[in-house]
Structure formats: structure tokens, C-alpha cells
């Protein structure tokens, strides 16, 4: 969700630029624009839509400069036009600045500088903070941004340059991530690695509240910070092959699963070695109360982790989207500790409720992939997922690194405790021989296609499933909504008959999540309530089950394996509907509509 780009060096800015903005449209974005300054006057490009359309606009003129911001941006105030577009300049068009956040007392700052005769060209809340940084200006540019940044209340991570200050880029953040690159004669500047990957592993996490000074020979920022070297390869974010990025993802699911455990599994012990929590060991054996708090697809790992965590470590366990758990007054105390779950590391509502725990001095654990993130960075200890890059906005295969990096979790605070041998050593071998498991689910991808050339047309969809896989009817649901822009609900399959059966008719198809588990036959009771209404039935079934087949209309094989771990292998061929959905209905399956990956406002 926006994202930054700069660069000071000797090299000719442009194509830096456009090359970073293009590692970071994953984020959502809805039009781009990038200034550099030339050998004159700065030059000043934007475009809506895709990046292409900037690329045109560039290539129809001569520009080199070597200093430049870059911006890709995603709608939050003002439509989507040109104007709207970052870089914002001031009234002399002295002052360029790039964005990512948002200025919550923007409309009283732009009625004061309007008074005080500011002229603005945007109904953006970014355009106040260039002109803020106008009011101040005196010739040092980094002084007139520390001044501004003092009147503004909300998020940011900000890069400034001016024409009467050159030679230099000013960045500063709060709550919105930024990063520099550190290379031998250039500056990078960037609020996601991808974007710099390719010029420097060498970064710096910029802290909330610091402001760096980049210029082509040196920098500073008020702190010293330590490097961090990047564990991931440019390789990452190419399709190797695929046509999408979410198919490429999704095929990577056994992978993510063999990521996270790798090194990490105890077989003859039944337990796990989870690093990150060497230091806290001994607080987390007090713990008597856990809350998972995540947002979107991660928020179903966490009420699927709740079922994990209640069952198998006996910790009394609550869930909760960060939008709510922010503003409430959860019941917590020394010996609570509070999970949270994200891909990024960086959901505005997650960390916003990350630093309400901070405050109130609760332990504070991260389930993270994206290493060095806000949220790795801000808990007191974590686990990171390893499922690589994930670059398609709707999550799949980090989903699945958090569902087996929660049942290490499980095991480790349940072998804390009263968890016996013997049942650890069942989960930990269960889990080690779950990459190839799930690599069988992969073969159904044909079928699975199929499936989705029948049903297209249909315009709703219920997912149901019980226990363990009703988090899983809500992710099916999810993914279906955001990649195919289809109506689906998922809901525990016991409460449909609470008013949802209302909707059933034949031209309202169900995928019923159905494993041979405990809750087999109350899910085979609420598959003959569909059935009596005439409603079309898919159902997601053990390897084996012969009996399913005479009730519904089509069923997608999964093999067997516990129940605690039946979510992981349910969600691959729901993620492949999805995909397959998406692509007949022929929609932009990696960046689907109004959506953003990493969703960096409130
Ligand atoms: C956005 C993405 C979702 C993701 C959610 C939470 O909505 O489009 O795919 O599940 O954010 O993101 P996180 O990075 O915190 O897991």
C-alpha cells in the first residue's frame, strides 16, 4: 500500500526509480510518479494506473539527474487522478516530497496554511506536509522537515528533496516502514527491501521518530543504527514459470511448510527448537492466558491457533482482528502474553495494537514472515515463518507457514506443560512428513480447475466447515471474494441453520469442509440440510471416503492426517479454486481490485 522509492548517487536516477517502484506495486497502487532533478530544473512525471503508463510518459523525453524520489500510490484521500499522484510539491515548487501513511489533522493544517496564503494543488492530507515544509524552510532542509513533522499527527514515511537544499534526501518515518540502502557512492531509500535488493543487502531500518540525511557521499540519522543483512534473493519475486504470482505461491505451500519446521523439530523428544524464544523461556512457563491478534487471512490462523492452543497446551486462548482489539479494554496482566500474526509486519492495525500491549507492559510475541518488520522488531520475541516472498496481495503460502508455525508453537508451550511425550512426538512427526503431504494436494490442481470451469458461473457461494476448519470456510470464502469479486460467505457449518439456510436454493453452491475428523458426521448432517434444499454441494473429504459421494455433487480428495493439521492441507485446493475462479473470470488475480497487500493505515 504505497510505496516509496528514492536514490542519491552518481548513477542516472530514472531508471533506479522506476525499477524499485516496479518491486513495489505488490503493495496496491493505483497511479505512480517520480521527480528528478536535472542538470536545471527538477522534473516533475506523473501517471494514473499502471506503472507503463509513467514508463510512456518518461520515455517520450531525455531526463538524467542523480538524485529522485519515487512513488506508487494507493487511494486513501482524494480520487484517484494526477494531481493526487506523489511527488507533492509547494507553492515555488521548491519542496518534492513522496509519502506513505496518513496525516489524520490534515484538514486543520490546510485551512492555516491556506490562510497564510499556501496554495494547494491536491485533495491529498500528504500535500500539507509539503507545504509545511515550505513555512519552515530557511535554506536547511532537514530542519524544516523536523519543524513540520512536529505540527503532524497520524502515520508516515516520508523522503523530501529541494531544489534550494540539493545534493541531499531527507526521509523520516512513524508507524509506516522505511529503509536505506547503504552502498559504496549511493543512497537508496525505499519503504519495502524488494525495491533495494538489487543494488545493496546492506540496510538500515529506519526507527519511528529518526530522520536521515542522505547525500551522495555520506549520511547521518540521529542514532546508530545496526545493519541488517537481507535474507532473501532478487530470485524471489520472479514468477519462475508460472503465470502469477498466486499460482506460483500457492504451489509453494508444501515449501512454506518444510521452511518453517526446518531445523526447528525435536522428533525424539516431541518438542521443537523455536530460537526466538530461548530468552523468555522461563515467563512463557507462567503464561495462563494467550491472545491472538492479526488482521485478514492471518486472522484465521490465529482462531485456528486458538483451537491448537486450548486443545494441546491447555492455555486458555483469545482471538481478535487488531481493528477491534485496538480499541478495546482487553482483560490482561503480567501473566498474559499476546501473539500477533502477520505476513508484513507492517498492518497498521496490528501494531497499533502491538503498542497498546507495549504500553501496558504485556509480553509481547510476533508470528511474523517479513524479517526486520515493525512487528519483528517491536515484540519481545517471535517466530519468523520463512515462506519467502510473498508478492501476490491476497496471502496464500504465508498463510500456511503461520498454520504449522502455530502448531510448533503449540507444541512448545504444550510440552511446557502437560503435554506427554508421546502425543508431542506424534504432532512434531506428523508435522515433519507434511511438506510431502501437502505436495500430493498439489496433484488435484487439474481437477480442481475443472471444478472451477463448472461453477463459474454461479454468482454466491457458502464455505462451511466445523472445529479446526471453520476458520477455514471464512479463509475459502476470503480468497474467493478477493480474487474472483464473488459473493461467498464462510461460516461454521452448526449455524446454518440459523438463518443462513434461508439462501439455499440451486443456484447457491456450498463447499463443505468435511475430513474424517470428530466432527465428520455433524458436518454430514448440515450437508444433507444443503442437499434437502436443492443447494449444490462440493465437498472437501478424507482420501478414502466413498460414502461422501453419494450425497454431494463433486468432491476434492485430501489425505489424512491429524486433525489439529487438517486446516493446512484443506486450504491448498480452496486457494486453487480461487485462482482458477479468478483467471476464467479473467480478473487481475495478483493485484486484484481496491486491494492492498500490505494494508499500512488504520
Ligand atoms: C491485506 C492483504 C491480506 C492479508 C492482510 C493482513 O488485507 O491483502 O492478504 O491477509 O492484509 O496482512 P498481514 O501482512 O498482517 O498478514
Same mark, same amino acid.
Given at each position: ?141 532537514? &530542519?524544516?522537515? @523536523? *519543524? ?8 508516515? =514515511?516520508? %523522503?523530501?528533496? /529541494? ?118 523461556? &522461563?515467563?512463557? @512457563? *507462567? ?8 488482521? =485478514?487471512? %492471518?486472522?484465521? /490462523? ?122 508431542? *512426538? ?177
Amino acid at each position: 500500500m504505497c510505496g516509496i522509492i528514492g536514490y542519491i548517487g552518481k548513477k542516472n536516477a530514472i531508471q533506479i526509480l522506476i525499477n524499485g517502484l516496479h518491486r513495489e506495486i505488490y503493495r496496491g497502487y493505483d497511479s505512480s510518479g517520480i521527480v528528478v532533478f536535472g542538470k536545471n530544473e527538477p522534473i516533475c512525471i506523473k501517471a494514473v494506473g499502471k506503472i507503463e503508463n509513467l514508463e510512456k510518459k518518461l520515455n517520450s523525453q531525455s531526463i538524467e539527474g542523480n538524485l529522485g524520489l519515487g512513488h506508487c500510490r494507493w487511494a486513501t484521500h482524494g480520487e484517484v487522478t494526477e494531481a493526487n499522484a506523489h511527488p507533492h510539491f509547494d507553492c515555488q515548487k521548491n519542496i518534492f516530497l513522496v509519502h506513505n501513511g496518513i496525516i489524520e489533522n490534515y484538514k486543520e493544517l490546510k485551512k492555516k496554511l491556506e490562510k497564510e496564503g499556501h496554495q494547494f494543488n491536491s485533495d491529498t492530507d500528504t500535500e500539507v506536509l509539503t507545504h509545511l515544509v515550505e513555512k519552515y524552510f530557511q535554506g536547511n532542509l532537514e &530542519e524544516a522537515v @523536523r *519543524k513540520a513533522l512536529r505540527e503532524v499527527r497520524g502515520t508516515y =514515511g516520508i %523522503a523530501v528533496i /529541494s531544489k534550494k537544499d540539493p545534493q541531499k534526501i531527507v526521509a523520516a518515518k512513524l508507524s509506516s516502514p522505511l529503509i536505506l540502502g547503504i552502498n559504496k557512492d549511493e543512497f537508496l531509500i525505499a519503504s519495502d527491501p524488494s525495491a533495494i535488493i538489487t543494488h545493496t543487502r546492506q540496510v538500515i531500518n529506519l526507527d519511528d521518530n529518526e530522520i536521515a540525511v542522505l547525500k551522495p557521499d555520506n549520511f547521518f540519522i540521529l542514532r546508530e543504527k545496526p545493519l541488517t543483512q537481507i535474507e532473501w534473493t532478487p530470485g524471489d519475486e520472479k514468477k519462475g514459470g508460472y503465470p502469477h504470482f498466486m499460482l506460483k505461491e500457492i504451489m509453494e505451500e508444501p515449501e512454506a511448510i518444510e521452511n518453517a519446521i526446518k531445523g526447528r523439530l525435536m522428533i525424539e523428544e516431541g518438542s521443537v527448537k523455536l530460537g526466538g524464544f530461548d530468552e523468555i523461556q &522461563e515467563r512463557l @512457563r *507462567k503464561i495462563n492466558k494467550l491472545i491472538l491478534v492479526a488482521c =485478514g487471512t %492471518a486472522s484465521y /490462523s490465529a482462531r485456528i491457533g486458538k483451537y491448537m492452543l486450548e486443545e494441546y497446551a491447555g492455555i486458555p486462548t483469545e482471538v481478535d482482528v487488531g481493528s477491534e482489539f485496538r480499541y478495546r479494554k482487553p482483560i490482561v496482566d503480567k501473566n498474559t502474553a499476546v501473539i500477533f500474526i502477520s505476513q508484513s509486519g507492517e498492518t497498521a492495525d496490528t501494531l497499533a495494537s502491538l503498542q497498546e500491549m507495549k504500553k501496558k507492559e504485556i509480553l509481547t510475541l510476533g508470528v511474523t514472515n517479513v524479517v526486520g518488520s515493525t512487528q519483528a522488531r517491536e515484540t519481545n520475541a517471535g517466530v519468523y515463518t520463512r515462506s519467502g516472498s510473498e508478492i501476490a496481495v491476497a496471502s496464500s503460502k504465508a498463510f500456511i507457514g503461520q498454520l504449522a508455525t502455530l502448531a510448533m508453537l503449540t507444541v512448545y508451550l504444550g510440552r511446557q506443560r502437560d503435554m506427554a511425550l508421546i502425543m508431542g *512426538k506424534r504432532i512434531v512427526s506428523e508435522l515433519s512428513g507434511l511438506p510431502d503431504i501437502a505436495k500430493e494436494v498439489l496433484k488435484s490442481a487439474s481437477e480442481i480447475k475443472e471444478l472451477a470451469e463448472k461453477y463459474k458461473d454461479f454468482k454466491n457461494f457458502w464455505f462451511i466447515g466445523r472445529k479446526y476448519n471453520s476458520p477455514i470456510a471464512s479463509e475459502g470464502a476470503l480468497k474467493l471474494k478477493e480474487l474472483s469479486y464473488l459473493h461467498a460467505e464462510g461460516i461454521g457449518g452448526g449455524e446454518l441453520k440459523h438463518g443462513h439456510l434461508a439462501l439455499i436454493d440451486e443456484s447457491f453452491p456450498t463447499i463443505a469442509i468435511c475430513p474424517s475428523d470428530s466432527v465428520y458426521e455433524k458436518m454430514v448432517s448440515n450437508i444433507e440440510e444443503i442437499k434437502a434444499r436443492k443447494g449444490p454441494v462440493i465437498a472437501l473429504a478424507t482420501k478414502n471416503n466413498k460414502e461422501i459421494k453419494n450425497l454431494v455433487d463433486d468432491v476434492i480428495y485430501i489425505p489424512k492426517t491429524l486433525e489439529m493439521l487438517t486446516p493446512i492441507l484443506a486450504t491448498i485446493p480452496l486457494h486453487l479454486f480461487s485462482y482458477y475462479m479468478a483467471v476464467l473470470l479473467k480478473n487481475d488475480v495478483d493485484k486484484p481490485r481496491n486491494l492492498a497487500k500490505s494494508v499500512t493505515v488504520e
